[in-house]
């Protein structure tokens, strides 16, 4: 654990801080810090910038009530720069935006631009957004019982799968059954964000457990 002292502010006073979002890792703004806003973020929990434009501090959420809370901080190899994750409540640009990062500049066509949080807003939009034809607006056509009778069914096939021993089967099922799960937890309104979050809790209970088991 680095001190505040320890960090190379600019000429200026400032350092750059990545701000990213800790479930999805999404990046979600660049802003800057001096050394009274790293302190007030430390103190307090939530992120508080220094503005160049108004040359003053202010603390992100004020006005908007989007604020951020602070989950770590960590500077680079140099020291002169940092990255702060977050646990965000609403949007973090001031245009309304998840991130301040959607402009393309460029976009490799080598790279599969694929995550699981970029399906799970596609099959959202199949909820909100009826597409013809399409297999997701069916299953929210048809109502939970339907969603929860696929989700069994494609459990039943990621166990005999994984019984089978063939691992490129299994991984196809699961496939299936993560899409499933997926569709699922738009019906009843879960983010994927809820699942990390428990997932969470869980692995610090885990921590603390071993730690009491190894005092």
């Not at 019984?163 to 899409?179: M, S």
Request: with cysteine; proline share 1%.
């Amino acid at each position: 654990m680095i001190k505040i002292e320890e960090l190379k502010f600019g000429a200026d006073g400032l350092i750059p801080a990545v701000v990213t979002d800790y479930f999805t890792k999404e990046v979600l703004t660049l802003a800057y810090m001096n050394e009274e806003s790293l302190r007030i973020s430390m103190e307090e929990g939530y992120t508080c910038f220094y503005s160049r434009s108004r040359k003053t501090l202010w603390r992100k959420g004020e006005t908007s009530g989007n604020t951020q809370q602070i989950v770590s901080i960590k500077a680079d190899c140099d020291k002169d720069a940092l990255v702060v994750e977050v646990v965000k409540k609403g949007p973090a640009c001031h245009l309304g935006t998840e991130s301040c990062f959607n402009d393309k500049v460029y976009q490799s066509g080598n790279v599969n631009d694929f995550s699981m949080e970029k399906l799970y807003a596609l099959i959202r939009g199949r909820k909100t957004e009826k597409k013809e034809g399409s297999y997701t607006t069916y299953l929210f056509e048809q109502g939970i019982d339907k969603i929860l009778k696929k989700v069994g069914e494609e459990s039943a096939e990621v166990i005999i799968a994984g019984k089978g021993g063939d691992k490129a089967e299994t991984v196809f099922e699961i496939a299936d059954l993560t899409y499933h799960i997926l569709v699922l937890m738009v019906q009843m309104g879960i983010d994927t964000k809820d699942v990390v979050a428990e997932l969470s809790k869980r692995h610090v209970v885990d921590k603390k457990v071993k730690q009491q088991k190894m005092q």
